[in-house]
C-alpha cells in the first residue's frame, strides 16, 4: 500500500525522537479516536522509551471510553500547559483524520508553529496547507484507522495485539456506519479478516458504541426527530437545528448527537439533509447526502468546511439562523 522508502522513513523518525503528539480533529468520532489509540498503544508496547501525548482539541466522547487508554487523552480545557510543553518539545507529530490544520480547533496554532516532523495519516480529500514529512493518504479507505493498520502492519506487524487492533475496528465501523458506507472495497474486509482473530467480539463491540445511550442522550435523539425536523419533501431536503439553551436543557455531553443526522436522510425522496448546533460559540455544522449531491463542495463553498462527497461539517461563525438560511438558500437553487 505505501513505499517501502515511505516506511523506512518513519521507522527511522520514531527511532530518532524522544517525544511523539499523535493528535486529530475536534469533535472527535471512533476514527479519529480508533486511529490515534492504535498508534499510542502501538508506540507505547513497541517503543517503551518515548514519551508519547495523544492529544484532541475537544474531550474524548464517554461512548468510547471503553478503548483502552483513552483515560490518557490530553484536552485543552483540562491540560493546557502539559499540551503547551508537549508542542514545543516534540520530535513529531502524527497527525490523523484530518489534514487542514483548522479542523484541531484551538491546537492549530500550537500545531502550526511547532518545529516537529509532522507526518499525516487521512483519507479526507486532499487539501493540506501544512508542511508535512511524510503522508500516508489514501481517499479510497474506508477510514484514516484502515490506513493506519496497513502503516502498523508495515512497521512490524508480530507486535500486534488486542489494544491495538480493537481501535481499528472501531475506527473501521464508526466511519463506515457499521459497513453501510465507504466500504466496497475488498480490502477493507481482508484488514476486518486480520484483526477479528484478536478475539474481537463484534457483538459486544456494536452493544458498547450503539446500544450503551445514557437516559438524556436519547431523550435528545428524540427531541431532534420529533420536534426539531424540519423536512422539505418537494425539494428533498431536511435539517435540524439546536441552540445552545436546548443542549443545556438535555444535559448534553460531547458525542451525544454523534449519528443523529443520518436519520434526517433516512426519509424517502430526502437527497441532502443538514444538522445545524450552536456549540463551543461557534455553529457545529454536519452535512449529509444520497448519491450525487457533493456535500464537501457545499461546505466548502459556502460555510469554509469540507469533507466527503456524502459527509461533510464546517464550523460557521455567524449565527444560527444565517447558516440555516443559507443552507436553504443554496439546496434550493441546486
Ligand atoms: P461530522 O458531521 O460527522 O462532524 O463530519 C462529517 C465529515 O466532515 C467528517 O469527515 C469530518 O472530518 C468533516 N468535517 C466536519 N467538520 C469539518 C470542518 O469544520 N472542516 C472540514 N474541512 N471538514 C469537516
Ligand atoms: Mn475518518
Redesign the pocket.
Known sequence: MFSKNEIDKLIHLIHNSNRIIICS???P?G??IGSILAIYNFITLNFPDKVVFPILPDRCPEYLTFLPNSDKFLNPDEHIEIINQAFNTADIIIAV??N?S??LGALENLFFISKAHKIFIDH?PF?NDTNYELLFHDENASAASELVYYVLKAIGFESFNYDIVLPIYVGIIT?TGSLSFNCNLPQTYSVLSEIIKYNIDAKNIHNLIYNNFPVERMKLFAHVLYNKLVINVDKKYSYYSLTKEELEEFGYRDGYL?GV?NYALNIRGIEVTA?FVELNNVV?????SKNNIN??EI??TY??????KN?????YNKSINDAIELFVEVIESI
Open positions: 480533529h475536534r469533535s468520532d476514527d479519529a483524520d484530518f487542514e483548522n479542523r479526507h487539501t466511519d454523534e443526522v444538522a457545529k455544522i454536519s452535512f449529509r456535500v464537501n461546505a466548502k460555510f469554509n468546511g469540507g469533507g466527503h459527509a461533510a461539517g464546517a464550523n
